[in-house]
């Protein structure tokens, strides 16, 4: 690839040590400047309700999108995310409600509606991995069956109908608080958290790093790629179900045509921003934490000052290009 | 064994894609002989036409991305492109009917010259720099819409575009049609076709044989953003009005219907006439959805065509997949 990029011209070590720098910290510098821009700009931007509005905006994106990080970093992608929280989004009050069976008791049923949908969003992505290990099909292909099959199935669950409820057990995990936190935000603090500590300290994390980086090199030294590969597409389908229960709890209400539509692409971006590129053997967890606060704060800086929201998604656009683009400067020296 | 099959290498992928793409159509006639044969109005002329003048946007989008695909890449923008173009193809139906054909094909146009300049200037992958396209068109089309749907001129004759018949055809489907003609002569009786196919089949070597690797993608994305475009613009002419939220997962329906066709995602293979035939199929699977439900034995919710449609990707590309995996055994 380096002998045929000729149209680059070399580049001076310090020019590069630079690249390396904003590549490293850019994402972390953006957020930080636009901190200080709204603390400078933006009425009533240091508040308790600033930061838990924008946290809460946030907390299903990045939960989504840590999983989104891990099958990413074994080179892969997962595109039926949204479709998985639909799902869970769907099963989760039709448990608690009785839709499928009464269950007399309601902390039985609480429990189960945590439960359950996580477990079948985490067996889809089982069957997510499965299709790409068994028969080689790309992650993008095989994972774009349930993204237009997983919704109709949401659908037709609910036949379509909105679930409208109030349970305040079940809602704990979107309206709750702990110690004056968002439940949300803390599952997500703790989602990262634990994603992080994977990745740097232990032998999965290891693994998932090098069958991205070179999956024959990795099978070759003895790791198991097609089980590392297929636990990575279970976290991140059950991660995804986490996020639709967050998500229809939130809203008291669950419409399998919108939980989660569109979040696919939204995951991609935050895991893009944060410095973990497309091409597999790398995981930024923090970076795509601070990828998607910044795509957040972007936003809010935006509609805080009266642009339009339109304005925001053309904003986000070339936010995404020019973080990639300096990260692979700095990548190809 | 090796220097056999590498004999045979470059045959083997070909002839197992002719297959697939033999298997696509063959599905697609015995879905159509099934539909005539259990439905009585199936094959009416109203059914047919209604089905070709809805689905002529779908095959316009997928036309271009499977060009795409065949270069490797992949345009994840197509969706936002239509519902923009819808806009922009709305706001100057007024003048002149060309005139909202021509201002579709351009938002088309500028977003296809986006996308090329970004993956072969800036060298940011497909994925990424379409999907940021993607947003950046959403938002346009919001801005000039001012976040509501722009009603057309109903004066200007701009409705016949998606409205009208042109020798018993409804117009957009002959539009579709000669969109894939070009396509199909582009990509098999000229030289940019085997371009096209050499970019996919490995862009650094295409690049070492002295082909014109960023001209051909910067034309590839521009046609993609042009097919995307026309569509927008069949979208404003035949609902009355343009649309910015449209479109949403567009990108990726015609991504399934370019696999269905025997596209590999991998590129350096693929058929113009197998997308078309694809398209058709998965749009087919509603079709007959809704004239079952008409018999009254069963009463299947509209919401079963994504759960059939995804069974059916999910079929196909097993198949695929395992006449790949005898090959390479074989």
Redesign the interface.
Known sequence: ?TT?DTTTPAQTPAKRSSLIWISRYGTLVAFLALIAFNMAVTPNFLSWQTLNVNLTQVATIVIVAVGMTLVIATGG?D?SVGSLMAISGALAPMIFLGTIYPIPSPALAVTLAFIVPVVVAGALGWFNGF?ITR????P???T??????????A??MT??NLQVFRNDAFQFIALGRVFGIPTQVIIMAVVVALAAFVIRRTGFGRQIIAVGGNEKAARLSGIPAVRVKRLVYVVSGALAGIAGLVVVARNSASDANLVG??ME?DA??AV?VGGTL??GGRAYVLGTLLGACVIQLVRYTLLANGV???????V???L??AA??IQ?RAERG | MTTYLSFLGPLAPRSTIALARLGVIAALIALIVFGALRYDNFLSSYNALSFLRYNSMFALIALGMALVIMTGGIDLSVGGTAAMASVVAAIFSPYHWAAGLAGGLAAGLVVGIINGVVITRLKIQPFIATLAAMLAAYGTGLLLAGNQSVSVSYDSGFTEIGQGDFLGFPIPAWIALAFYIAGWIALERHPVGRRVLAIGDGEATAKLMGLKVEKTLMGVYITSGLCAGMAGVILAAQFGAGQPTEGVGWELFAIASVVVGGTLLTGGVGSIGATLAGALLLAMVFNILNFENGLGWISLSAYWQSVIRGLFLLAVVILQAKIAGARANG
């Open positions: 690839m045929l992608i595109l299709l028969w080689s099909i790309q993008i292909v095989a774009l069956v349930l993204f237009i099959a997983g919704r109709g199935i659908q037709v036949n379509g539509l569109g692409l991609i971006a893009a497309l091409t339009p929201d339109a304005a925001a998604l053309v986000k656009a070339g995404i290009v990639v683009f692979q």
